[in-house]
């Protein structure tokens, strides 16, 4: 490296943020991370001090939607499960009835 390249460097690593103007009020990064909190509440509510990531949510949100769908699925087939079958009554109409056990 040269000298003049290191005098004018400020010496941060990475891009510079851009000046802010009186008008716009100073930028707040999202979360706790600027409070003093314990190590044992940063371990236990992580989801506070970490950036939000939309492609792990979207995953998540894919994964939710997945499972309360089959969910939905199995609740739709359980008449099958049920055992239900046409009798038909004394009248000559007929009508959907649950097997029952002969035990009951």
């Not at 506070?48 to 949510?57: A, C, E, S, T």
Request: aromatic letters at 8%.
């Amino acid at each position: 490296m040269s000298s003049g390249q290191s005098s004018s460097s400020s010496g941060k690593a990475g891009p510079q943020e851009p000046p802010s103007s009186a008008a716009e009020p100073a930028y707040r990064s999202p979360g706790l991370r600027g409070v003093r909190t314990t190590s044992l509440f940063r371990a236990v509510n992580p989801e506070l001090f970490i950036r939000p990531n939309k492609p792990v949510m979207a995953l998540g949100l894919l994964a939710l939607s997945v499972c309360v769908g089959y969910l939905g699925y199995l609740h739709a087939i359980r008449d099958s499960d049920q055992q239900l079958y046409e009798a038909v009554d004394s009248d000559g109409e007929t009508y959907m009835r649950r097997r029952t056990s002969r035990w009951d």
